[in-house]
């Protein structure tokens, strides 16, 4: 059993950035591909970014190329979700989630069994 707490959301203004941490526990971290996904009220849970489990190969959602990072840190356990040049676009609940599943195909919901709670990002204009 996998347990992920996300940190780090809030508010900003648009243009500004935040980084967004999820600590995982209970499993062998290194051995998980990794994903970021986002949530708005009455839509679906929209895929952000997916890391492996070295680290060396990310893949993000076309809304966040080129202004989100993922990257992780397996001695901390701990993946983490750089966001730049927000913009009111991007507010949602931000959550993180496992998965024992390789490859950047790794990229549906259902790919993933392990969540964590959310963090909260609210990008004002």
């Known amino acids: 059993q996998v347990q992920l707490v996300e940190s780090g959301g809030g508010l900003v203004q648009a243009g500004g950035s935040l980084r967004l941490s999820c600590l995982a526990s209970g499993g062998t971290f290194r051995t998980y591909t990794m994903g970021w996904f986002r949530q708005t009220p009455g839509k679906e849970r929209e895929f952000v970014a997916t890391?492996?489990?070295?680290?060396?190969?990310?893949y993000y959602g076309d809304s966040v190329k080129g202004r989100f990072t993922a990257s992780r840190d397996n001695a901390k356990n701990t993946v983490y979700l750089q966001m730049n040049s927000l913009d009111p676009e991007d507010t949602a609940v931000y959550f993180c989630?496992?998965?024992?599943?390789?490859?950047?195909?790794?990229?549906?919901?259902?790919?993933?069994?392990?969540w964590g709670q959310g963090t909260q990002v609210t990008v004002s204009t």
């Open positions: 890391i492996s489990g070295s680290g060396d190969t990310t």
């Open positions: 989630a496992a998965s024992s599943l390789l490859g950047l195909g790794v990229r549906q919901r259902y790919h993933y069994r392990y």
